[in-house]
């Protein structure tokens, strides 16, 4: 799933319109002269330029089978906990 697909999911959720933008790497540098934040996002740019792929044999080696939660599942959890929250 990328990262946009998931962001659909939450606006979906949300039930209303998302914008998105990409940012490439020469404009998130061009960013980072001026912004520290971005700057540090320079650092991961790896996790968002190549399929991220996980392994849960280790994980389940050490705790067992498990069920994994759907995206819609977690999200709409996510959110309706974030909605209960009380805010400062």
């Known amino acids: 799933m990328t ?6 999911l939450v606006l979906a959720e949300l039930g209303r319109p998302g914008k ?5 790497r020469p404009m998130q540098r061009l ?3 001026f912004n520290p934040t971005v ?3 320079g ?4 996790q968002r330029d190549r399929p991220f792929v996980s ?6 080696a050490t705790f067992g089978p498990f069920a994994a939660t ?4 977690a999200i709409a959890a996510t959110l309706d906990w974030y909605r209960a929250a009380p805010t400062p």
Request: glycine share 10%; charged share 25%; hydrophobic share 35%.
């Open 31 to 33: 960013i980072g002269l």
């Open 20 to 24: 998105t933008a990409a940012v490439g």
């Open 39 to 41: 700057r540090a996002l």
């Open 70 to 73: 759907p995206h819609t599942d």
């Open 3 to 8: 990262g946009r697909e998931f962001l659909d």
């Open 55 to 60: 392994d849960t044999s280790k994980f389940t």
């Open 43 to 46: 650092e991961t740019w790896y």
